[in-house]
């Protein structure tokens, strides 16, 4: 899991000021997780605020030769669908199970080591030299072990706004903290 906290002194000190007056904000938490969700929720339809680096041209084809229409960080919507909003006595949070979301979120630059496998083929070259599909297993190839260097950049959809943390302060004082 993912934790990432929010720095903002302002929300910090409302929200401990509301603490010391009240021994239960379990309602207002589970109004901030909303808030929280929902400003995840836009980072992922705006493709980032700000926007997020551009996919590049090799990613691009890749995804259109696999039928990937989605958006940015959208590919088969796992990552977004994961996301849970959670809360309690006296937290709000969103989080995620998924274990590339880090990279997802921060970035990687560096290289992976790719363990020894096996991959199924399904594909072969026709006469002509063109690939053709097969519904059929066609064979087993063993692949050995390597590392492949990688370069992704970072795509924070664990992001607040200031519009968002606007949202958060404005949720605040309706409860009654202001």
């Known amino acids: 899991m993912i934790r990432i906290e929010i720095k ?3 929300i910090k000190a409302t929200l401990l000021a509301l603490h010391s007056r009240m021994s239960n ?8 997780s909303g808030d929280l969700m929902r400003s995840v929720q836009k980072n992922f339809a705006e ?9 590049k041209p090799s990613t ?3 995804r259109a030769k696999k039928g990937y229409t989605g958006s940015i960080l959208q590919r088969k919507g796992g990552l977004l669908s994961s996301i849970q909003a959670q809360s309690g006595r006296n937290y709000a949070a969103v989080t995620t199970n998924k274990r590339y979301a880090a990279v997802q979120q921060f970035g990687f630059k560096g290289s992976v ?3 020894a496998h096996t991959r199924k083929i399904f594909t072969t070259k026709g ?3 063109k690939t053709l599909k097969h519904k059929k297993l066609k064979g087993i190839a063993n692949v050995k072990a390597f590392s492949r260097n990688m370069n992704i950049p970072p795509r924070p959809f664990f992001k607040l706004t200031d519009e968002d943390i606007k949202t958060i302060m404005e949720s605040i004082a309706k409860y009654g903290a202001l």
């Open 127 to 129: 006469k002509s030299g």
């Open 113 to 115: 080591a790719v363990k």
């Open 47 to 55: 493709e980032g605020r700000p926007k997020w680096d551009a996919l």
């Open 25 to 32: 904000l379990s309602p207002l938490m589970a109004t901030l």
């Open 8 to 10: 903002d002194d302002n």
């Open 60 to 62: 691009l084809a890749d």
